[in-house]
């Protein structure tokens, strides 16, 4: 399933919601250790199995090279890194990192989307 964190009410704060198991706030367990902490991060991560979509997350601290390293650890530690439709600035930093741009079918709108991959 593309895009899981469309079942995210994005006008409510994630605390405000139910707790969807594929939801990933800053700090939690699952990618703590891989540097999705609190103090670098907000927004949220969804995860499916070995995949990890980075959908809305912005840094606390821009330019420190935070997500790089994030990144970085999640694929090393095997995971595949998925960013969907992304803004120039993220598309950019997904051309630095080595993601490869592909097309996947957004089922909730019917409509083929640019995703960016980096496969482990």
Not at 68 to 92: D, Q, T, Y
């Amino acid at each position: 399933m593309i895009y899981a964190a469309m079942n995210v009410d994005i006008s409510k704060p994630l605390k405000e919601q139910k707790k969807l198991d594929f939801v990933c706030e800053p700090g939690d367990p699952r990618v703590k250790k891989y540097g999705w902490t609190k103090l670098k991060f907000k927004g949220y991560l969804s995860i499916e199995g070995k995949t990890i979509w980075v959908s809305s997350i912005w840094s606390n601290q821009m330019g420190r090279g935070h997500y790089s390293r994030l990144v970085k650890n999640l694929h090393k530690a095997g995971f595949e890194i998925k960013v969907p439709s992304p803004f120039p600035r993220m598309e950019s930093i997904c051309q630095h990192l080595g993601f490869t741009r592909t097309e996947e079918m957004f089922e909730q709108m019917e409509e083929m989307i640019d995703v960016w991959v980096l496969k482990p």
